[in-house]
T-cell receptor, first 116, second 114 residues
Framework: AQKITQTQPGMFVQEKEAVTLDCTYDTSDPSYGLFWYKQPSSGEMIFLIYQGSYDQQNATEGRYSLNFQKARKSANLVISASQLGDSAMYFCAMREGGDSNYQLIWGAGTKLIIKP | DAGVTQSPTHLIKTRGQQVTLRCSPISGHKSVSWYQQVLGQGPQFIFQYYEKEERGRGNFPDRFSARQFPNYSSELNVNALLLGDSALYLC?????????????FGEGSWLTVV
């Protein structure tokens, strides 16, 4: 079974509109972390935001916020007031807790295109 | 402060050859991880090193190996290259082996095997 599912292969959004990128995850570990990264065509994976499983509040970083619904196992990324420079691939990733797991598990990504 | 640096940025190799990719973590970060990202897919975990010890290995053949040096930089070696090894290789740097929220990536090394 997929551990990280991103159901939107691609999205077109008008500039200045808000956009929500979906991510659902599957884990039985009570301790885990969820990450969102942006990957422009250059290839660099740019860290955007992090949410820990025990964090009480949704994470926010500037125009980025994470809509964390633990019971639904979803961690959607919300970008407010989208800009042309937001056009890129967006990946959701998970780190599961425990002494034996040190890896990030990744979704397939969503290609976001911002239209002027 | 410098971010994660990787070299080379692009390279082309022939099937059967060997390649070495290099990574320097963010200053103060002791953990380095390697990921392979095939075009159109999310990254796949290859290795993690912390304090010069291997702490995790993904589902990759023994042709893939890595090491971490005393200055925490790292090398990824791939032997007997196959066409399917063509990918973007990403290095990630973090402070601890099992980090909270500080996992940063370099710009990657684009490997093409012909």
């Amino acid at each position: 079974a997929q551990k990280i599912t991103q159901t939107q292969p691609g999205m077109f959004v008008q500039e200045k509109e808000a956009v929500t990128l979906d991510c659902t995850y599957d884990t039985s570990d009570p301790s885990y972390g969820l990450f969102w990264y942006k990957q422009p065509s250059s290839g660099e994976m740019i860290f955007l935001i992090y949410q820990g499983s025990y964090d009480q509040q949704n994470a926010t970083e500037g125009r980025y916020s994470l809509n964390f619904q633990k019971a639904r196992k979803s961690a959607n990324l919300v970008i407010s007031a989208s800009q042309l420079g937001d056009s890129a691939m967006y990946f959701c990733a998970m780190r599961e807790g425990g002494d034996s797991n040190y890896q990030l598990i990744w979704g397939a990504g969503t290609k976001l295109i911002i239209k002027p | 402060d410098a971010g994660v640096t990787q070299s080379p940025t692009h390279l082309i190799k022939t099937r059967g050859q060997q390649v070495t990719l290099r990574c320097s973590p963010i200053s103060g970060h002791k953990s380095v991880s390697w990921y392979q990202q095939v075009l159109g897919q999310g990254p796949q975990f290859i290795f993690q090193y912390y304090e010069k010890e291997e702490r995790g290995r993904g589902n990759f053949p023994d042709r893939f190996s890595a090491r971490q040096f005393p200055n925490y930089s790292s090398e990824l070696n791939v032997n007997a290259l196959l066409l399917g090894d063509s990918a973007l290789y990403l290095c990630a740097s973090s402070f601890r082996a099992l980090s909270g929220n500080t996992i940063y990536f370099g710009e990657g090394s684009w490997l093409t095997v012909v």
